[in-house]
């Protein structure tokens, strides 16, 4: 199978001992850093009989599980099968992208379980969880799945896994100093996740540049039902889109307006992806890739400004532009990023989450800077904005402005992390295939000898076409 | 590409300027209706604060958001997903189906929020909107798909689009006239949402009718898996129809009752559906189209009395029905509609949607009538019927009057509005493809050249084999 | 078609009139059953409106539809889209698994309520449903859905329907005799579903015995995209199965304990599963048949501890432990099975849901066994455990006792039943298919002759290729 002409040396990809090592040693790890931290939090507690009284709650009802619980298995189902089956678009690679994509975030979610456990739950030496940690690790694991986009098909299991264990620190730290330090908003992640997770991929692979990639490029397209199967990713992250904004504000209006706002940008945004998918296209013919990706954009754009009084005609203006950026991204932007700055981005991220991540947060500081006590309400501008306790004194224009150093923040800690990130990842030991294979399920997967594959193989100018 | 010997004159279905005019013009009108009209709601604006304690709610769990958010997004899935992957079935038109039903829905929901909102949300010049205009905006884009389902595959995206305005228009109107002026209870929307979207979809098919589609006819069938992708759009329409017909019930027992009769419906029409499917065949052998469409009956035959005391018992002889009526129709109703009326229903709406609509709108106007102070209890007899104000003399026979009423109203909206927009329809400006490229992605789609569709050539009589 | 030179007889597999006979007779039942016996519970009748000043309740907020409506829905969406495109792994048998999963299911639901009802909500004649009795109906039909993975392709749906009416009928005995006479805890079903519905189906699979089933080996593998399909019902139930397994648990903390608890064991049983998978191979390959079943076990393993206090770490623990046992079970077990014991286990659901179920119910017994007050509280004690009235005087230990025996009792009645019911399902009149026919879903269903199965065809060495 190893055909090592185009390289120096035949890329060994058998994993059989090192991913078995680094998936047991990380789950030994997690459990006893678990032993040691992680405890129920009060209101999922047997205790919490004894609790309620004392937080004066009058039932079981008011328990925080049925205010958050629906919109995480929204959040949960955008994580394993939308962000899983997004991916499966390449005709050969559909195992890794579905079974990669659940093997980094079940992992992730446990690290990030204790990550942003220390940085916001902790107390009394535990961390103390909850339905509203579980959004936030299944929302921190996403930032990471938006990095797997731009090296997909051309990384290891092994690889993905380290880049987690960094990625999910990183993202910690970043969140908190955007949201403890800086006191930013950012409810669905425009900063935090989206800029955050698509630079620090695109940085990754960058670092990761693969000269010879053109050598598979055969297998770097779609068939028809793989794109079928796409489908199913992007429908399911544009439906829940408005669960994954809305899913950690506030309660009561807050997660109502984040919803409403979420749902208006995402459907101006497929309209304005449609018109530049055809208007690009010498036939007018619409691109499946755009209409996987671009129609995406509005729910990225509106990640941080969603809860805030955007006005549902403020979330179609800022969709529709979303859409438009996104989809002449992939037509312009991706080529270019590939041919001059050797930025190989298999899915486009660029396009989907970084573009759109950084009008959202750039969106989400105008409109903090422009809240006034009219549109929100006297007691409604307070609670929208936390302005509590120390930051009591913040005006809306200086809120604006911590949020725009927001975004600054988060593109200096993807750049920088991405970049050290990277370079662990260029070491020759984490078993990452040859440029000829990749892109191709075989090679860590055992793959079904089906009629497809004949076929393929029947038109596939370097191969036998008997099995 | 084009061969026009079998039409006067070659179709032009390049939609380069076209379909981007279209779909930039109306967003950019959607944005300007929406900064004019639309607004938050109240428990969705951050004035909420205020209001509520006007509106005596003691805290923020009360929010509407809480009781509505879950069956929308089921609602949400059913439109999309439901919809969008029910109609993949056709071996070479997957991306047509869930494309343009997405493309559609994004732009019918923008669009039925304001004339909805017009309707029933209108105050001091303002629409307000909160999560239950969300789900009746898709309700009323679900009966644009219904009637999407009849034209699959022989009208162009432009097509679609003027039919979604017009369609949502023509919806509302009648909404209006049923729900308002009638007095008539609908919830699930067999009148408002099936009958209408049904015949409307059929009236406008027979407007359009193809005298030569036998030319595409070796695309109007299926491949394997393509009638596996159809059956997630099956199932989750069938899973999440009790959200649907409960959606907008009164809160408590009425939504409760909703969503057990709709169980109870769906899960006997599954049964039925397969007798009949398995009995009208001469070797006993299933069609994939009778489960693909016929099990989904029974959520349309209760869509208006699932919130009446209908009774489990009661569903579960509506859903026998309606499965058997639907399957009969595939069997032997379509293929006289197209033969002797010249009707070509893609996807078999009328035996889905409208039968079973008449059924449902039949079975609420008898449910109605035979309501007693004894069966609602003499509060709940009022609450369900809303017999208050102006209503207060309504007897439960005037009522189901007044039902059957609303199903003729319907009715005849759908067949003057259907004949109407067929006609616009057939102006020759939209881009519709001739009736041998019927049923084919190709023509507005950038298709993968991927292996099936070579050995599709190589089975297919007319292209060469080689790509 | 029929070659009958394998067996004594050619096998009659038109089932013309037997499965519509079978289907319409079972379907009156239930409406008459319905008719006399089920009515609408309290929370779901028109009268809620009296009653619920009579419970004290204040509004219709408080209706316990808003607080189990949402898991159903996910219950619902893992019976009927988990379970059945699990299933379609198979390159041939994909409409037989998710349409016969889907007529079996429907039909069981109907028959469980009824059963269920008898037993645990009957009052005054009249069996009185409302969300929770469609949650546990789900959950009843959910051990057949088990039972099928073992004979998935070797059976004809009319055996299907006759095991599912004895397979509900001795579930919900089983049922009573562990929550009532037992007063075991089992809100997951680790033992009143899975372990019973494991053994009960291999126990019929192994009266079902076909000694020349490798005649059809060639249709008993995958093929890529068929692989693709059932990732789709692994992820719907991985990330559903915390719903599942706080679905009936009791309001507040213990649900939400519950669903914390099945989220870390099944991201920890994930790991441990692609470790294990790797490991196992020669060229250390991951193989899918590991990933889209034993990630699950992780959730089949808590769920009868997952509503006490496991902990997170304990969860994960379980997690690890069951995945490791899953795998190892599809490596070695399966086939020892199949060669030795003569048991065909299509899907590996000794894998999936024996030995995890069997870990459950232990993993129960000895957290009951280990509760203490200092752990519950002095009041989350008793109610986790339901320590009232005749159970006043309980002890952990003694209660861990139980656990034990409702695994025993759970076995039991699971080979008992088994036994009989695969002796019915021997009778030579279900119309099932000679041994070369199995797995291919050409016997009961109109397959499309598309190009897929050509060149499945032309692959195929006793099949000539020319449609």
Same mark, same amino acid.
């Given at each position: ?209 693969? @000269?010879? *990639? +053109?050598?598979?490029?055969?297998? /770097? ?6 794109? #079928?199967? &796409? !489908?199913? $990713? ?100 991706? @080529?270019? *990023? +590939?041919?001059?700055?050797?930025? /190989? ?6 396009? #989907?989450? &970084? !573009?759109? $991540? ?110």
């Amino acid at each position: 199978m190893d055909r090592p002409r185009h390289q120096g040396m035949a890329k060994n990809t058998n994993l059989r001992w090192r991913l078995p090592l680094v998936c047991l040693l990380w789950e030994v790890a997690m459990i006893v850093l678990f032993g040691v931290f992680v405890r129920f939090g009060a209101e999922a507690d047997a205790h919490w009989e004894e609790e309620k009284r004392e937080m004066n709650l009058t039932s079981d009802m008011e328990n925080d599980f049925y205010f958050r619980y629906p919109s995480f298995q929204d959040v949960h189902v955008m994580i394993f099968v939308g962000f899983g089956f997004l991916m499966t678009f390449l005709k050969r690679y559909g195992f890794g992208a579905v079974g990669f994509n659940f093997l980094l975030a079940a992992f992730g979610i446990q690290w990030a379980l204790l990550m942003q456990g220390w940085f916001h739950s902790f107390k009394d030496g535990k961390i103390l969880i909850g339905v509203e940690n579980l959004i936030n690790a299944d929302f921190c694991v996403g930032s990471v799945c938006i990095a797997f986009g731009a090296i997909l098909g051309k990384t290891s299991p092994i690889q993905l896994l380290v880049m987690t264990l960094f990625q999910v620190t990183l993202f910690s730290v970043n969140e908190y100093i955007l949201l403890n330090l800086l006191h930013v908003k950012d409810a669905g992640g425009s900063m935090t996740i989206h800029t955050f997770g698509a630079y620090f991929g695109l940085t990754v692979t960058r670092v990761l540049y693969r @000269p010879n *990639l +053109e050598q598979s490029k055969d297998k /770097q397209g779609s068939v028809y039902h793989s794109d #079928l199967f &796409a !489908m199913i $990713g992007t429908l399911y992250l544009w439906m829940y889109w408005p669960s994954f904004n809305s899913a950690i504000s506030d309660h009561g209006d807050a997660q109502h307006r984040s919803a409403i706002n979420t749902y208006c940008s995402l459907a101006a945004c497929v309209l304005t992806t449609m018109a530049f998918s055809s208007m690009l296209q010498k036939k007018g013919k619409l691109d499946m890739v755009h209409i996987q990706n671009a129609t995406l954009a509005g729910g990225v754009a509106v990640g941080t400004s969603a809860e805030m009084m955007l006005t549902p005609y403020g979330s179609l203006i800022v969709g529709s532009i979303s859409g438009i950026v996104s989809t002449v991204g992939y037509v312009y932007f991706t @080529p270019f *990023l +590939e041919s001059r700055l050797h930025i /190989q981005d298999t899915c486009g991220i660029h396009n #989907l989450h &970084a !573009m759109p $991540g950084l009008i959202g947060g750039i969106v989400g500081a105008i409109t903090a800077a422009a809240a006034t006590e009219d549109v929100y309400g006297k007691e409604g501008f307070i609670k929208a904005f936390d302005f509590t306790g120390v930051y009591q004194r913040r005006t809306p224009s200086i809120q604006g402005g911590f949020q725009a150093a927001g975004i600054v923040v988060s593109l200096l800690m993807a750049f920088a992390g991405g970049a050290i990130v990277g370079a662990i990842l260029k070491l020759p030991i984490w078993g990452d295939a040859a440029a000829e294979k990749c892109f191709e399920d075989d090679i860590y997967w055992e793959v079904p000898e089906d009629e497809e594959s004949d076929v393929y193989r029947m038109h596939s100018p370097d191969k036998p076409a008997s099995p």
